[in-house]
């Protein structure tokens, strides 16, 4: 009996932890209301795209539901982002390659030489810049590299090729552009709603932070604290130019969400001033039912410390916790101007990400070399196929720079 006893909590436990990983699977047996729009908006796209493709007798029609595939994203805006710098990166690349292929019709070194100069300085490129921007560079390398040595057999068709290529991508952008903007009718409500609700959210989480912020003496845990808060507001930063691109050009909501984000880092600068002139390992938490940026000005005035002739935290106190107090003001008007498009607003604030000078050059010299590796190795071989060529560049253009 008292096996038995034992034996049925562990059939129990182990019931449990297997459904506990079916679960984890979820995703796949029963999607999202928003994941299975997604997943049929993109199927639609690319059959669409496929069939446009077929219709016009295109000579590689698959390209066309590839460039869906690719550019589609489940947020519009990372989507337009992610389409746009791919149409810039392809017509880029498309004129960088006639333009080889013309200089050096009948020099294949110059040639190679050249080209790898060229998706060399594009990694190199891409490395200092980031989002789809830094996409869009890396597209313009791979494709010179794939149109130039699809054609190197014979060069007067490189314009054909050039465009072929460029048309299979701008019918993919197309398509999915159409049919997400039909599947999403109330986008820039949306929109807007959602990134109200973020930056809520975050000016709430950096306000009830400060004062445990204050009054934390680990330094270890102070360090894992901020670093959680400021690793939600760095993905939030990169997110918001997105949500710009769906709510329209003619906004600026994007540079106000943004000021107000740099100024929660501000906020966060001053709270570690703070902790420095005068912890505060007893103080109370921010009451969760008054306004966050109204109850952390009460906070700190109720913990400054107490005045006295030799005291210097006391009269340092003061100038740190008013511009505090004047900062988390200044956030939370550039929320409220996030509210509405005003009219004449023509407000612009932007950040400047750091720039790697060293991992940048280490990216254009391994790329280049890859590619004149790759054109020895053609030659030596004198194969009558580039492909080597073109699966070297597509490699290292998509793993030399940064995402």
Sequence with gaps: ??????????????????????????????????????????????ILSLLIAMWMELDSPQWAPLTVWVVAQSSRGESLSKARWRIVGTLAGSVAAMTLMAAFPQAPAMFFVCLALWIGLCCALATLLDQYRAYGLVLTGFTSAIIATGAIVQ?????????????????????????????????????????????????????????????MTAATARQAATGRLLDRIMAFSGQIEFAALELGPRNRVGDHARRALAGMLVMLAHARALQILSPRPDASPLPASEAPGRALATWLHDHAPPPGPDTMA??????????????????????????????????????????????????????????MAAAVMWEITACTSSACVRCCARAHCHHGPRA
């Design 155 to 215: 060069p007067d068709d490189v314009f054909a090729v050039s465009v072929a290529r460029s048309s299979y991508i701008i019918l993919g952008v197309l398509c999915e552009a159409v049919l997400a903007v039909l599947f999403m009718p109330n986008m820039v409500e949306h929109t807007r709603t959602q990134l109200l609700a973020r930056l809520d959210d975050t000016f709430d989480a950096t306000c009830s932070a400060i004062p445990t912020l204050v009054g």
């Design 314 to 371: 006391a009269r340092a106190w003061q100038p740190v916790a008013a511009a505090l107090t004047h900062e988390t003001t200044l956030v939370h008007d550039e929320m409220l101007a996030c509210h509405a498009t005003r009219h004449g607003d023509r407000f612009r604030f932007s950040l400047t990400s750091r720039r790697h000078a060293r991992e940048a050059m280490h990216n254009g010299i391994r790329s280049s070399v890859a590619i």
């Design 1 to 46: 009996m008292g096996g038995q006893g034992t034996a049925f909590p562990l059939h129990g436990a182990l019931h449990t932890g297997l459904l506990r990983h079916i679960r984890r699977f979820s995703w796949i047996y029963a999607p999202s209301l928003a994941d299975l729009g997604f997943a049929v908006r993109t199927s639609c796209a690319a």
